[in-house]
T-cell receptor, first 115, second 111 residues
């Protein structure tokens, strides 16, 4: 089966510009996660969706970050405006369901550089 | 949050067994313990998951003591291709702790 697809793989923007990342999870996976990974650190959960509902967005900086998951399938994460500190790798993952410690499948990530 | 602590780095040689321990003192009753492997420029990849006692699959074993405040990932007979960062993840127990990746352990395997 196809894995988690993310695009773009790389993005370079100037500060204060908007940016968007797209994720297509594995077919049939109800749970979708967005993580941010800074250099040399572990992934940090930004938001978790169960189908189209955001069930955990407590660590999403809501002043500049937004996310949506249309029809419970694809998802988009947006930053507006971007700041220098937003430079990181943004990872998307999916799993069949949450609540039972289900295995997460990660995409390759989008490496964002803010100049 | 279920904070986890791992050694920053470990070195080993090909053919040896490697044990990486993760400390998670405030694990919740319903939390699972999951280990992931990550290579540069790739997303993490699932290795093994457990709740208590011992779990074994084709690539690793996971040892969890009765108090569940720590866990040990055991990699038998490592090879150069096992050089990667290993993360301990605690959470997602149906209302338990939020997902928390550990600091990660950089394993370097040499000839």
């Amino acid at each position: 089966e196809a894995g988690v697809v993310q695009s773009p793989r790389y993005k370079i923007i100037e500060k204060k510009q908007p940016v968007a990342f797209w994720c297509n999870p594995i077919s049939g996976h109800n749970t979708l996660y967005w993580y941010r990974q800074n250099l040399g650190q572990g992934p940090e959960l930004l938001i978790r969706y169960e189908n189209e509902e955001a069930v955990d967005d407590s660590q999403l900086p809501k002043d500049r970050f937004s996310a949506e998951r249309l029809k419970g399938v694809d998802s988009t994460l947006k930053i507006q405006p971007a700041e220098l500190g937003d430079s990181a790798v943004y990872l998307c993952a999916s799993s069949r369901r949450a609540g039972d410690g289900d295995e997460q499948f990660f995409g390759p990530g989008t490496r964002l550089t803010v100049l | 949050l279920a904070k986890t602590t791992q050694p920053i780095s470990m070195d080993s040689y090909e053919g040896q067994e490697v044990n990486i321990t993760c400390s998670h003192n405030n694990i919740a009753t319903n939390d699972y313990i999951t280990w992931y492997q990550q290579f540069p420029s790739q997303g993490p990849r699932f290795i093994i998951q457990g709740y208590k006692t011992k779990v074994t699959n084709e690539v690793a074993s996971l040892f969890i003591p009765a108090d569940r405040k720590s866990s040990t990932l055991s990699l038998p007979r490592v090879s150069l291709s096992d050089t990667a960062v290993y993360y301990c993840l605690v959470g997602l127990g149906g209302g338990g702790n939020k997902l928390t990746f550990g600091t990660g352990t950089q394993l370097k395997v040499e000839l």
